[in-house]
């Protein structure tokens, strides 16, 4: 089975890539396995040395690496440019920071001396997802290579060549065989890598039902397991808040990615006082949006990932509309070549209505008004998912307490859920669970040994 790149912009396939064997697939396992025996004893030192090199190289090919994202999954280029700054800081974070992280901890203890030793485990699998090819990988590879386990990386078929690409950076910064290994392979493959007892935990980024099938996976094989899975994220807009930051935060937080984001703010849960205010000021913003190539920088609305992903949007917003919710803008495929979907603002959308419930992975803004905090907080909990969240108000201590009664892993204040490497990214409910990134990101994959001396 070929694995391709599809360009999104014209919908034509680019370059293919063959499914390793079953004897390659185990000699891939078997020297990563190898390969951990050595890397776990290798000198802290030199861990952090090899991420730095990784960051390094990233930054120095950044505009090749990116172009790499746009041709592969449309992000657009400036956005793609980002994402390697960003992939290449989480690389730094670890390596300037997992020495502190992985330091023994003395425990208070009523007799004798305790420490708390933290120790790699060995092979972690990762599958991991074509939105943020390169950053996502790097949330997982760099807290586990400076920890001293191995990774490989089962990444999505329709990014072979940024899969491929990150290989190779880890070998040309001095990474042998088997640190990081990526594996061309359909993902039909997974629940046997997860019997092999040489591989000790999985994590995965993606939809609930990739999620759950790794889950059981993992669960069958009393294996350790993280997921990042869908989101759909409350940013909820208060009376007192600061329009011209709510605005642009809004815009960034449903249309960055084109919407196709776990963290994306795709529930507009605005105050009725402002609720027309807001609406207005969105409507003016987005339908004038330059739509093209997204190798053009000036381009501002570019394909969604796939033709199956832009008709699968087409599919949510039509029966949303035709249970009675109301198209303020767009509400179509755009008439052109490429995997395309207009820029999108519903209103009206009530539960029992198909996109209430689930997650619309792509550029459509839902606007719900409430007459106040508990309505918004009761709007923003009625969901199965829980990863992010936002709240916009100039009284921080009202934010902040409303923040707190949000059920999801995350909530910004006065800014659209984003990430960080140093701060912590997860989610409750349907979203997954388990931490990536900061401290949070080593405590994971890892033996959190006991030590204690009697006395």
């Not at 029966?319 to 070549?337: H, M, P, S």
């Not at 992010?388 to 800014?415: C, H, P, Y």
Request: charged share 25%; aromatic share 6%.
């Amino acid at each position: 089975m070929a694995i391709e790149t599809i360009n999104p912009f014209t919908n034509k396939s680019v370059k293919s890539f063959e499914e390793i064997s079953e004897q390659e697939l185990e000699t891939k396992i078997d020297t990563a396995h190898k390969q951990y025996a050595k890397w776990k004893d290798t000198k802290i030192e030199k861990r952090a040395e090899l991420l730095h090199k990784v960051a390094a190289i990233m930054r120095k090919r950044k505009k090749e690496l990116a172009q790499l994202i746009t041709l592969e999954m449309g992000k657009l280029i400036k956005q793609s440019e980002s994402e390697i700054e960003m992939c290449a800081s989480v690389y730094e974070y670890y390596a300037n920071n997992g020495a502190d992280f992985m330091k023994d901890k003395e425990l208070e203890v009523e007799s004798g001396k305790a420490i708390m030793k933290l120790s790699p485990i060995g092979i972690i699998l990762g599958v991991e997802p074509w939105n943020y090819p390169f950053n996502q990988v790097g949330r997982l590879a760099a807290p586990n290579i400076m920890l001293g386990n191995v990774v490989m990386i089962k990444h999505a078929s329709n990014v072979p060549q940024c899969a491929q690409a990150i290989e190779d950076i880890f070998k040309e910064a001095g990474a042998e065989e088997g640190i990081y290994t990526n594996l061309f392979l359909n993902s039909k493959h997974i629940a046997k890598i997860a019997e092999d007892d040489r591989v000790v935990g999985l994590s995965l980024t993606g939809s609930e039902k990739a999620g759950a099938s790794v889950a059981e996976a993992a669960g069958k094989n009393l294996k350790k397991s993280v997921l990042e899975l869908g989101g759909s994220d409350p940013f909820i807009v208060l009376e007192d808040a600061d329009m011209d930051v709510v605005i642009k935060n809004a815009i960034a937080g449903r249309l960055g990615n084109m919407g196709q984001a776990c963290t994306s703010s795709k529930r507009m849960i605005v105050l009725e006082s402002v609720a027309e205010e807001f609406t207005n000021r969105l409507l003016d913003k987005i339908k004038g949006m330059k739509v093209g190539d997204p190798a053009d920088a000036s381009t501002e609305v570019g394909p969604l990932s796939s033709e199956d992903a832009a008709e699968k949007i087409k599919e949510q917003v039509d029966a949303t509309v035709k249970a009675g919710a109301k198209v303020l803008l767009g509400g179509k495929r755009i008439d052109r070549e490429g995997a395309f979907y207009e820029p999108t603002i519903l209103t009206g959308i009530k539960k029992g209505m198909l996109a209430y419930h689930e997650e619309l992975f792509g550029p459509i803004v839902m606007i719900y008004k409430v007459k106040d905090e508990e309505e918004a907080i009761a709007l923003a909990n009625d969901s199965s998912f829980g990863l992010g969240g936002s709240v916009f108000s100039k009284n921080i201590d009202r934010a902040v307490l409303l923040a707190s009664k949000i059920e999801t892993g995350m909530v910004f204040i006065n800014q659209y859920t984003g990430s960080r490497p140093d701060l912590p990214f997860g989610g409750t409910k349907r979203s997954g669970y388990g931490r990536e990134l900061a401290a949070y990101g080593m405590n994971e994959f890892v033996n959190k040994k006991l030590i204690y001396v009697g006395g």
